[in-house]
């Protein structure tokens, strides 16, 4: 097992370093490498397949529910994005500009889109005139650049990956309904899919994107205790229907500004994925988006039979999970390394040993576990299996965060909980962002969000011992 | 009828004018709007609809021809793109430059991709060291960028979509083989699903790809007897291996250099489709990637049971076809100009004479011709209208394309069949570009391909009158 254990050193432990864990794990398991510029990343086959599997979930309940894709050009001129106030004041520091095309320098620069909320109301200003437009459910799945200081592999790049919703509405009301929905099918895709675990909630108005009225958020808890925001859903208000002039003409035949929602979640979702679920070994991908849910591997394959077997087994599977084999002339010890690193969720062993006695053996990801199985009960064994390690990866991150859930009641309190259990702490908040401001300043942890279901932990303000008005959720984040 | 006469006219008959014909087609039927920036497009649901309908078909077969999907950043570094020289000299004048991101100047200016060989050459480098790991069988679907002067909507864009396939290969044969293997799988979804003819050839050096030893190309012909390149597959010889120092070790452990391929479809694809299909009453859209085959129109709607009795179709077509209902308070009259513009194969229509009779009325897009179903056959009848729909349609765009393709045996054949005849011209050449520059200039015609079913038309060039090499395919192209 020399072999082994040379392999597993390449990644450095969690517990001491989790960042450096982080980076290696990505590199280790082939989901991306680094681009040629500054906080690009070349996202690998590997990687890539995952992303896939989120986004194929999504869109369908994306469509599921009315929803359109389309697509929008990646250039903004410089004078479409200054329409909105706020939106350039947020953006305008982190977004790359284009200068010249071809020989020519341009008459008015362009930006690289950062999002593309303002090439959406352009085009809505055009065609929305009546009620009958309404509602417009539009989303488009691109990459979007933000000019980045500081990045990190999917947590913060330079270039990312992600689908963005923007839709029109008749009223306030319906707007609402709507940035609820997409942020309550985030939920359900992170739950269900990524078996990860998130609390819904709304920013506070610092913490709020530039443009909305208000910003729905999901916050996960990693690995580390750091929050992470795995997805936002935005009540724009009428405020870019003000700007773009983006009217209809009601029943009654008076003429009313549009309602508007954006939302969206990016590639930013494979980093939660691993720091929710990785270990020392690497990757533990949930079943429901793992590329590969088994991979069989042959035992001394030299031997007669066992390559045959294996293929049979990898073909028997085919009709209950995303199978594949490994039939390379590595070492066996290797290949379980490996695909460990990669979080395939089981391994399936067959040898010579394994045949004589009508057998397989299936090693789960997560646990460790070994199971002798034998071989025509092995498509329902399988069956269940994955479906256990789904429901477990859930259990298992929901006690993590309970775990990592403190209360706080004054200053004193929060800054201890920050050292002794980092992670979620639950704390009443006077309303007032300077108290937030303070928090930050003095512990770097920030507002994650106004849980949706609030809880009374007291009458103050952890802050300013002032009333309180909300019970929020704080975490250092990513 | 009012109402039906006006809409119609709202697009110019092709015979007039082509060019108005094809984008008022493209505007009425939705498929785009101009975006802000100058020779931008936004793609509109029902444009991207059948796009994502391309893109579902093509990916499920460069997967199952061993391709993994990756991504790639947007933006190349000027020195990286400079390495190969005949490809930097190729794109330089039609790239787009960022120069700055967020407030500060870039040390280095970046590009907009214009397509990524590239970026796919210096992550080959790294990660390619041995004989068993070839071959790299990689693809890519991404937005790219190319400053052009003229453009139309998905014909010629600043920005469009596609994917682009980067392989390395052992040995040079084996690359010959992928490039070929591409070229056939992309001349298949042309002919099976976009029920679009293609000659099958090669680029003459002039107009291969900027970096590749040789190209291969589909063209097909459009209405106006004008040739769409429709896809390529490029053979890219050594020479990004040599500059980017893509190189393995072999069995024997000697070094050697990797051959390389890349290919690509872009969203060009739709335009062909639009322009090999349509007619003056707009889209005509094969039923393989229509994205709703049929269409209910309820007649006479407010009368009792006919809205209930629309839906029940709707249902019962739902397992055999893509199919949709508009109940909707517009006319009939209006719906049937709608759902023709847009191409939809088949529509139902559905009225209380109907429901009388115990029958429904099938009107076929592309023949107009009308079909009186008994209600509990019209599954099958259906099912079996969209195939023979599907054929028909490639068999009269095959016939078109005859009698579109000319002979010409000198100069002043070539010249008089570009006036009465406008399409595909075989004629022999010589294997000097003198020759293709000279007919180009005369004509404007370029050579489309040599193909690869040769035929033996004559024994001296075209042009020059010198002994010929090669029977080529000329046309004025797109």
Chains 1, 2 share one sequence.
């Not at 392999?7 to 398991?29: R, S």
């Not at 977004?95 to 909320?117: C, K, M, N």
């Not at 929060?414 to 930050?440: H, R, S, Y």
Request: charged share 30%; aromatic share 8%.
């Amino acid at each position: 097992m020399a072999k082994k254990k040379q392999f597993v050193e390449k990644v450095t432990a969690m517990e001491d370093d989790f960042a450096k864990w982080y980076t290696d794990v990505v590199k280790q398991a082939d989901l991306v490498d680094y681009g040629s510029v500054r906080g690009t990343m070349i996202i690998r086959p590997y990687g890539y397949a995952i992303w896939e599997n989120i986004r194929d979930v999504l869109d369908e309940k994306i469509k599921a529910t009315g929803h359109e894709n389309m697509y929008f050009p990646l250039f903004i001129p410089e004078n479409l994005l200054q329409k909105e106030k706020d939106h350039i004041e947020g953006f305008a520091p982190e977004v790359a500009w284009v200068t010249h095309g071809g020989d020519e320098q341009l008459q008015e620069r362009l930006v690289v889109r950062p999002t593309s909320e303002v090439l959406f109301a352009e085009h809505y200003s055009k065609i929305i005139h009546s009620y009958r437009d309404l509602p417009k459910l539009y989303n488009q799945w691109s990459n979007v650049v933000r000019w980045e200081k500081t990045t990190r592999p999917f947590l913060r790049s330079l270039e990312f990956l992600w689908q963005e919703g923007h839709t029109c509405h008749a009223t306030n009301k319906e707007a609402a309904v709507e940035t609820d929905q997409m942020l309550n099918l985030y939920a359900d895709v992170c739950e269900k899919y990524l078996a990860m675990p998130v609390i819904r909630g709304k920013k506070t108005n610092k913490e709020k994107f530039a443009g909305a009225k208000y910003t729905l958020t999901i916050e996960s808890l990693m690995h580390d205790g750091k929050a992470l925001q795995a997805g936002t859903s935005h009540h724009l208000g009428t405020g870019f229907a003000e700007s773009f002039n983006i009217r209809y003409t009601d029943e009654q035949g008076e003429s009313q500004p549009v309602h508007q929602t954006s939302w969206g979640i990016t590639t930013r979702l494979i980093g939660a994925l691993i720091m929710v679920h990785g270990d020392n070994r690497g990757l533990v991908i949930p079943p429901k988006i793992a590329p590969t849910q088994v991979m069989v591997i042959p035992v001394a394959q030299h031997k007669e039979g066992v390559l045959d077997k294996a293929y049979a087994i990898k073909d028997q599977l085919a009709n209950v999970a995303r199978v594949d084999i490994d039939a390379s002339d590595k070492m066996p010890g290797w290949k379980f390394n490996e695909y460990e690193m990669k979080g395939v969720p089981l391994r399936v062993e067959i040898g010579p040993k394994d045949i004589e006695k009508g057998q397989a053996v299936i090693v789960r990801r997560d646990t460790s576990e070994k199971y002798f199985v034998v071989l025509d009960t092995l498509e329902n064994a399988v069956k269940e299996l994955l479906e256990e390690i789904q429901e477990d990866l859930l259990k298992k991150a929901r006690n993590h965060r309970e775990q990592k859930t403190s209360i706080a009641m004054n200053m004193k309190e929060f800054k201890e909980v920050l050292e002794t259990n980092p992670g979620f702490i639950q704390a009443m908040w006077c309303g007032d962002q300077g108290c937030e401001d303070k928090i930050k300043e003095e512990t770097t942890a920030t507002s994650r969000c106004i849980p949706l279901e609030q809880k009374d932990v007291s009458d103050t303000c952890v802050c300013c011992g002032n009333p309180a008005t909300d019970m929020v959720y704080w975490a250092k984040a990513y």
